[in-house]
């Protein structure tokens, strides 16, 4: 069952989070030994690849190898604890998603508070669609809403997992929308595109990337896009925000490190991890993964997983969401 304790011992420590990120003292240049990756995810997949580029880059700038580490398990939990528990050194960071602010709203127990990691930089925002059977008897947002309005309990909407970014995505709109769509939990992508393929769950929530080769095909369409913005390439894909301002939700990928961090070590990877992605190739490479290069400071990273974390509290709390 949800606990409002959890949920207000996450919001303290995102400020705790975000506060020493601003006071840490600078503690000589950076980097001063080997820098690793940690990725809470098993090799290949394009969070792996995006992080081999950013390596690649950083080896090169520095002349010594950027190693790249995985610690794969408990829905990234595993990867963000031991870059908690890592030196505070400055030289291992962690690559990480919406789960990082999420699990500890969603889980009894979570082997990391999110005081013991420091915001280092957002690298990149990753568009969510809500997709749909092609057969389905809609085309656009409001025809959707009407319907579910008209056939109440009747529509589910499959996403890769429970309580991740599309699961709560999912239930923001039925917020915003006033319908009830019920969530079908997958073990990933895969399995889920399949049942909407073959018109076992009519709607699916998924990064725009790993759906548009099925809407190609023509074996899936495209209701939305999710955030607020057209999203470049696929610009005649209208945005749920068109029907329903303010609505904005998209996943993204960014860098931490151990609280105790030296300020000069996260200063410096930020700026070196936003020269690397400057260049045009490197843009290239990461928008052929369905991603866009967002690099920002910790400051700004950090204000972002807290507005993350607002956002989803109360969706959270209101439908009593756990995944234990």
């Known amino acids: 069952m949800f606990s409002r304790r959890r949920m207000v011992q996450a919001g303290a420590s995102l400020s705790v989070l975000i506060a ?87 889980r009894r127990s979570v082997p990391y508070q999110v005081r013991d990691l420091a915001p280092v930089t957002q690298v990149v925002e990753v568009p969510l669609v809500l997709a749909a059977n092609v057969a389905a008897p809609y085309d656009t947002l409001p025809e ?102 303010g609505f904005d939700v998209s996943t993204f990928l960014g860098l931490i490190a151990p609280a105790a961090a030296p300020k000069a070590a996260i200063d410096g990877a930020y700026r070196a991890v936003a020269e690397v992605l400057a260049g045009s190739e490197e843009q290239a490479r990461v928008e052929a993964l369905g991603m866009f290069t967002k690099v920002q400071g910790p400051e700004a990273f950090g204000t972002l997983l807290e507005a993350e974390t607002r956002k989803w509290e109360s969706i959270i709390r209101e439908q009593n969401i756990s995944i234990d």
Not at 58 to 84: C, N, S
Not at 178 to 192: E, F, L, N, Q, V
């Open 20 to 106: 020493t990120g601003r006071t840490r003292a600078d503690a000589g240049k950076f980097p001063q030994g080997t820098m690793k990756f940690i990725v809470p995810y098993p090799p290949g997949g394009p969070t792996d690849t995006l992080v081999r580029i950013v390596a690649q880059r950083l080896t090169e700038r520095w002349g010594q190898p950027v190693l790249v580490d995985y610690k794969p398990g408990a829905g990234t939990m595993i990867g963000v604890a031991h870059v908690a528990q890592a030196p505070s050194d400055g030289l291992t960071l962690g690559i990480v998603n919406s789960a990082f602010v999420i699990n500890p709203m969603l």
């Open 144 to 245: 959707l809403v009407a319907h579910a309005r008209k056939n109440p309990g009747e529509m589910n909407f499959a996403t890769p997992g429970a309580g991740g970014t599309s699961h709560l995505a999912g239930e923001l709109l039925n917020r915003v929308a006033d319908i009830r769509m019920t969530h079908i939990a997958y073990k990933g992508s895969a399995p889920a595109h399949t049942d909407v393929i073959g018109g076992q769950v009519p709607l699916l929530i998924d990064p725009l990337l790993s759906v548009l080769p099925h809407v190609n095909a023509k074996r899936m369409k495209i209701i939305a896009v999710l955030s607020r913005e057209r999203v470049k390439g696929a610009e005649k894909y209208p945005t749920v925000a068109e029907t329903y301002p």
